[in-house]
């Protein structure tokens, strides 16, 4: 398997072979493989058969990374509850009720929409959720997440950064 500068990976005939040979072969079609004669003939021997669905060529696609970023913020793998989820809202209501938290949310809250995070703060609002539904531990926090005290009230980290004078710009950079 390849991967191009995006990241996107690529199979190739004999990345295909070993899925098959793992049974995998219902799940060809979610893959991208390189096209070659040996996936062209692949996939017309397969036309008609049970599998149904054929493989999908990888084309490189020349967008840069804030475009491809972009493109997947919508593809977020979570239930719709919590794309649908009126994240702000749910910081707000749960912030303390003192001036300096809430204006340290506002601030961080009107960075992050100027840099389109609020999808990226959804997920991590569904990952947390996810990971104390199933008994999942996870550490006190690392790196600049945590100066962000929009983090810390949605549980990404344990670490209070208005307690600890924390400047959340080093997070947002």
Same mark, same amino acid.
């Given at each position: 398997?390849?991967?191009? @500068?995006?990241?996107?990976? #690529?199979?190739?005939?004999?990345?295909?072979?070993?899925? &098959?040979?793992?049974?995998?072969?219902?799940?060809?079609?979610?893959?991208?493989?390189?096209?070659?004669?040996?996936?062209?003939?692949?996939?017309?021997?397969?036309?008609? =058969?049970?599998?149904?669905? /054929?493989?999908?060529?990888?084309?490189? &696609?020349?967008?840069?990374?804030?475009?491809?970023? @972009?493109?997947?913020?919508?593809?977020?793998?979570?239930?719709? @509850?919590?794309?649908?989820?009126?994240?702000?809202?749910? &910081?707000?209501?749960?912030?303390?009720? =003192?001036?300096? *938290?809430? =204006?340290?949310?506002?601030?961080?809250? =009107?960075?992050?929409?100027?840099?389109?995070?609020?999808?990226? /703060?959804?997920?991590?609002?569904?990952?947390?959720?996810?990971?104390?539904?199933?008994?999942?531990?996870?550490?006190?926090?690392?790196? #600049?997440?945590? *100066?962000?005290?929009?983090?810390?009230?949605?549980?990404?980290?344990?670490?209070?950064? &208005?307690?600890?004078?924390?400047?959340?710009?080093?997070?947002?950079?």
């Amino acid at each position: 398997m390849k991967l191009d @500068s995006l990241g996107v990976p #690529s199979f190739g005939v004999d990345d295909l072979v070993e899925l &098959i040979y793992q049974g995998n072969i219902k799940k060809i079609d979610q893959v991208l493989c390189e096209k070659n004669a040996h996936t062209e003939e692949f996939n017309q021997s397969v036309k008609e =058969t049970e599998i149904g669905n /054929l493989l999908k060529y990888y084309q490189h &696609i020349d967008i840069d990374q804030s475009e491809f970023d @972009s493109a997947l913020q919508s593809e977020w793998f979570m239930p719709n @509850s919590f794309k649908n989820f009126d994240v702000e809202k749910h &910081i707000m209501n749960i912030c303390p009720d =003192t001036d300096e *938290a809430h =204006t340290r949310v506002q601030e961080e809250i =009107t960075a992050l929409k100027s840099k389109n995070l609020m999808p990226v /703060l959804k997920f991590m609002h569904f990952l947390v959720s996810y990971m104390r539904e199933n008994n999942i531990v996870w550490g006190v926090g690392r790196g #600049s997440s945590v *100066a962000s005290y929009v983090l810390f009230l949605l549980g990404v980290h344990k670490v209070d950064s &208005i307690q600890y004078e924390l400047d959340w710009r080093e997070f947002i950079r």
